[in-house]
């Protein structure tokens, strides 16, 4: 899934080591540094991640409050998150000076920042920048005591259901002790499917990464210590995780679960024997939409519901998901004090607003979802704001992507996942990879 080859001795100009699958990447990408124009309005360039033109919008109005300072142009980065991740380190791997802003996934920011890509804000900076922030997405900010990305948008998972599906099966699933395998159960009664994604790509890990931390555990034990952190799956927690993913793909999955990302699984949940889903909140307007467009019955919107994402064992709180971007400033721009300016002026709480009403992501900010338009528009926002609040994030490593695409590569396909082994062979290829002893 990622590139693991780790030739030794590159090193960035600001920190220590570049991280680990950055390495190749770096060696490989032959870039020639690129620096803004000279004279005249000064321009930042933000690499963006792919939305429906809301970055867009608020580089206009940011560009716009300027007032000739500075403008704001957007560069939109590939679709999915790998690709994403792997053409900003070939730049910046090159001193890249056109590198102004960045979107940058939330599990990227530890790699970026130990390669020392990121320009870190002083605390001055960093006050507004953080205020306000639940502690999900607040958490995702800092590497080695400073702030190193702002907080920009964040998202959780929520347990999305069919409210007649529900009531046939004689299930709550707003209910606090409500568990996967009640919900398996339910499922089975009813003769509908529990959608989530089962792809061998980020959005398994997500579901796994859940799993085990719902059931009390973690994926490594220490992951900020690098290519020597202690990979936990094969425990308690780690078997527990691998029961429900077992019993799920063998009991309520869609066939296509192996090969099913976000979409895949919001069409199944809206198909004839749709009943249960796990997915971000991007699938509520998503279905209005349809709705609007006329690829959906108003039946089955109307019929949809939801609720915290389901417990692992019965007397444990689940654990949500944690993703989003971050806003990160390239470590070799020219305009860093301008690129400060315009990173507060976009993730600011009317900024924030504006761009989960126009794209449907989720505010990192606590006022967000007191906002009158948006609890209009998610009439689930305290519970989105609670999850976010209470989320446990992926494994906070240098190192993540290597951990991410072994646990995966173990994991895959769900159909095959056993308890007695599977956490274990996860375990044994974390080492593996992370000390050179095996490629991806």
């Known amino acids: 899934m990622r590139d693991a080859a780790r030739p030794g001795g590159l090193r960035s100009p600001n920190r220590r080591r570049v991280g680990p699958a950055l390495l190749a990447l770096a060696l490989g990408a032959g870039l020639v540094a690129?620096?803004?124009?000279?004279?005249?309005?000064?321009?930042?360039?933000?690499?963006?991640?792919?939305?429906?033109?809301?970055?867009?919008?608020?580089?206009?109005?940011?560009?716009?409050?300027?007032?000739?300072?500075?403008?704001?142009?957007?560069?939109?980065?590939?679709?999915?998150?790998?690709?994403?991740?792997?053409?900003?380190?070939?730049?910046?791997?090159?001193?890249?000076?056109?590198?102004?802003?960045?979107?940058?996934?939330?599990?990227?920011?530890?790699?970026?920042a130990e390669a020392g890509f990121l320009r870190p804000f002083t605390e001055g900076e960093a006050r507004p920048l953080t205020e306000d922030v639940l502690d999900g997405p607040l958490a995702t900010t800092e590497w080695e005591g400073e702030v190193v990305a702002a907080p920009f948008w964040a998202n959780t998972q929520l347990l999305w259901y069919r409210r007649s599906v529900a009531e046939a099966a004689g299930i709550d699933p707003a209910a606090e002790d409500v568990t996967w395998d009640d919900v398996i159960d339910a499922a089975v009664a009813t003769g509908t499917t529990v959608e989530v994604t089962g792809a061998r790509y980020?959005?398994?890990?997500?579901?796994?990464?859940?799993?085990?931390?719902?059931?009390?555990?973690?994926?490594?034990?220490?992951?900020?210590?690098?290519?020597?952190?202690?990979?936990?799956?094969?425990?308690?927690?780690?078997?527990?995780?691998?029961?429900?993913?077992?019993?799920?793909?063998?009991?309520?999955?869609?066939?296509?679960?192996?090969?099913?990302i976000e979409e895949n699984a919001r069409a199944g949940f809206q198909s004839d024997n749709g009943g249960f889903m796990v997915n971000w909140p991007y699938v509520y307007q998503a279905a209005q939409s349809a709705v609007e467009e006329g690829s959906l019955d108003p039946e089955v919107f109307d019929d949809i519901a939801w609720a915290r994402v389901p417990r692992v064992d019965p007397d444990r709180e689940s654990a949500p998901p944690l993703g989003g971007i971050d806003l990160g400033i390239g470590a070799f721009t020219d305009h860093p004090d301008l690129a400060v300016e315009a990173v507060t002026c976009i993730t600011e709480l009317e900024s924030q607003i504006e761009y989960m009403l126009a794209e449907g992501n989720s505010g990192a900010r606590a006022a967000v979802y007191d906002d009158p338009e948006v609890r209009d528009a998610f009439p689930m926002a305290d519970l989105i704001r609670e999850s976010i609040d209470s989320a446990a994030p992926r494994p906070r490593s240098s190192y993540y992507p290597d951990i991410s695409a072994a646990t995966v590569r173990e994991f895959h396909p769900p159909r095959s996942v056993d308890p007695e082994t599977t956490p274990a062979d996860a375990d044994r290829l974390i080492v593996d990879v992370l000390q050179d002893r095996e490629l991806l």
């Open 34 to 112: 690129c620096g803004g124009a000279e004279g005249g309005t000064p321009t930042l360039t933000w690499y963006t991640n792919p939305d429906n033109g809301g970055q867009r919008k608020l580089a206009a109005k940011c560009t716009e409050r300027a007032e000739g300072r500075y403008r704001i142009e957007v560069s939109e980065l590939p679709a999915d998150a790998d690709s994403q991740r792997e053409q900003l380190v070939r730049r910046l791997a090159a001193n890249d000076s056109s590198i102004d802003l960045m979107s940058l996934d939330v599990v990227f920011v530890p790699e970026f």
């Open 202 to 260: 980020e959005g398994y890990m997500v579901w796994i990464n859940t799993l085990v931390a719902s059931a009390g555990g973690e994926i490594v034990e220490d992951p900020d210590a690098g290519r020597d952190a202690r990979p936990a799956l094969d425990s308690p927690a780690g078997r527990r995780a691998a029961e429900v993913i077992r019993r799920l793909a063998h009991e309520a999955a869609n066939p296509s679960l192996s090969t099913a």
